[in-house]
Structures are given as C-alpha cells and as structure tokens.
C-alpha cells in the first residue's frame, strides 16, 4: 500500500514530495560508477576517475575550445528536405522536424568562426545526437560553407566528426555528399591551410571513407570507435577473428591512421599549438612576465 497516493491528502502531499532530476546521477559505461552530473558537465564530459569519455554536447564542446566561449555561426545553405519523399515507419519530414527540436539546430552538422587563442579559425561539429550524425545533403552543404569560408578568412578549418554514415534515408543525394566534401579539401590544400580532423566516438561509414581521413593531421579523443564496416561485418567477411581493442583511437594511432590520441580536457591546447605552428603564427607573449 502506497500511503503517500492511498492516505496522504493531495495538498500535503505536494509538499512532502520532492521533485529529484532524473539526471542527478550519470553511470560509467566502463566503471560503473556513478558521477554526479555536475562534476562531469565541469571535467567536459569525462568521467574523472576512468577517464570514460562520454558524448560531449555541441555548446559544451564549442564554448570550451573557443577564446572565453565567444564564436559566431555561420549561416548554411537551405537543402531539400525530403528528395526522395522517404518514409519507412515514419516520413522522414517528420523525423527531421522531431530531431531539430530536439537538438535545436537544422541539421547534423554546425559551422562556427572565432578565436583559439588568439588564433582565427572556423571550426565544424558534428551532433550525433541528430540522427546519429548521418551524412547527407544539408550536413555536406554544411562542411563545404565551413572549408570555403575558410579559404575566404585564410584561416586553418578543424572539424569534430562524430557519425553512423551516410543518410539512407537521401540515398544517392548522401553518398555524393562524399566526392563534394573531398573536392573542398582539395581546396584548402591548394589555398595551403591547416585542415585537422578530431575523430570522436563513433566515426564510422561514408564519413570515414572521405573528409574525416582526409586531414593533414588527424586527433582522436581516448576510446573512439573509427573505421568504414563494423568489426561484426568485416568478422563475417575474412571469418577470422579480429585482433584486440580493432577500429579504436589506440589501435589505429599504433597502426598509423591516426597521428594522436589526445584527453578532451588537453584537446584545446593541442589545437592551438597546432594551429600556430601550420601557420607560422608568432609566438604568444608571456602572460606571466
């Protein structure tokens, strides 16, 4: 028996009932330990004592890297939304118009300008919480503004790349998105800017086949799942079993696809030394003296 619903009168209830957030308390995938939301908010998303790396929201991530969390958008060209008029058990209109409110942005993909360090740079993120950071039409248009408007500022362009793959639901409008995005990196190559690509968990699919290897160095955050197939479908192909720890950060770093591995609460200052150095940018004063 429920006293509190059966006995206590609905006025005094309201009182003694205590609203409790539902995300007070976040558990370690790897640990199981359970952290206090605000502790993993302020260590940007890791968990302080396994160093777990969680999802990083878009604005957390970008108020971090940026010169005292000041950048601005910049605005991407509008797409067709549904090309294909697509619909399985839902029309995929409807699955955009619920992901946007959700997340609050059109698309997969955001593409901010500002300073790191001192240093002009545009920067791209992608949102896997948008339909899993999907590739397609407005995500591609979205990448190609950000390394155009980079080639305009001649600033270096650094992208978070986060994604399941390519949009089914675009079809051929989303694996074009693939030759277009790397036709723009050969762009910033001939204008010689800096393109660095900080792989997050997961990179998977048609972005790993284009821009996301595409980089003149590539960053990936400890842990992150990177390749085209999935380990289960490459298994099922060779029928051999894969080695230990396959398509992650440190495997690939030990193997020579990724140039580093790098802790998300160092990522700021990597990219500025980085940054700095493609550039041939003079080195920052002292503030201590």
């Known amino acids: 028996m429920n006293w509190m619903s059966n006995v206590v009168p609905p006025k005094i209830r309201s009182f003694l009932k205590r609203e409790t957030p539902e995300n007070l308390w976040v558990k370690c995938p790897e640990s199981g330990e359970l952290v206090f939301h605000k502790d993993l908010e302020s260590n940007l998303y890791v968990v302080p004592s396994s160093g777990?790396?969680?999802?990083?929201?878009?604005?957390?991530?970008?108020?971090?890297?940026?010169?005292?969390?000041?950048?601005?958008?910049?605005?991407?060209?509008?797409?067709?939304?549904?090309?294909?008029?697509?619909?399985?058990?839902?029309?995929?209109?409807?699955?955009?118009?619920?992901?946007?409110?959700?997340?609050?942005?059109?698309?997969?993909?955001?593409?901010?300008?500002?300073?790191?360090?001192?240093?002009?740079?545009?920067?791209?993120?992608?949102?896997?919480?948008?339909?899993?950071?999907?590739?397609?039409?407005?995500?591609?248009?979205?990448?190609?503004?950000?390394?155009?408007?980079?080639?305009?500022?001649?600033?270096?362009?650094?992208?978070?790349?986060?994604?399941g793959g390519a949009r089914m639901q675009e079809g051929m409008f989303s694996l074009m998105q693939m030759p277009r995005t790397t036709v723009a990196v050969q762009r910033l190559r001939a204008a010689r800017l800096p393109y660095i690509v900080v792989l997050t968990n997961p990179t998977t699919g048609g972005v790993t086949a284009s821009y996301a290897m595409l980089g003149d160095i590539h960053i990936?955050?400890?842990?992150?799942?990177?390749?085209?197939?999935?380990?289960?479908?490459?298994?099922?192909?060779?029928?051999e079993r894969l080695p230990e720890g396959f398509q992650r950060a440190e495997y690939l770093r030990d193997h020579g696809m990724v140039d580093m591995v790098v802790p998300r609460t160092e990522l700021r200052s990597t990219l500025a030394r980085l940054c700095a150095l493609l550039t041939n940018a003079p080195p920052r004063p002292d503030k201590a003296a």
Do not use: W
């Open 52 to 163: 777990y790396h969680m999802r990083c929201p878009v604005k957390t991530r970008l108020d971090a890297l940026y010169d005292d969390g000041k950048y601005e958008e910049i605005a991407t060209p509008e797409v067709p939304a549904d090309p294909l008029k697509f619909r399985d058990v839902k029309r995929y209109t409807d699955r955009l118009k619920e992901y946007r409110a959700k997340t609050g942005n059109p698309d997969a993909v955001k593409v901010t300008a500002g300073k790191l360090e001192d240093l002009p740079v545009v920067v791209a993120v992608q949102d896997f919480d948008f339909m899993g950071g999907s590739l397609g039409m407005a995500a591609g248009e979205a990448i190609i503004t950000g390394m155009m408007e980079a080639v305009r500022r001649k600033t270096p362009f650094i992208i978070f790349t986060a994604s």
């Open 220 to 239: 990936s955050e400890p842990g992150a799942v990177i390749g085209f197939a999935g380990a289960r479908v490459i298994e099922q192909t060779i029928r």
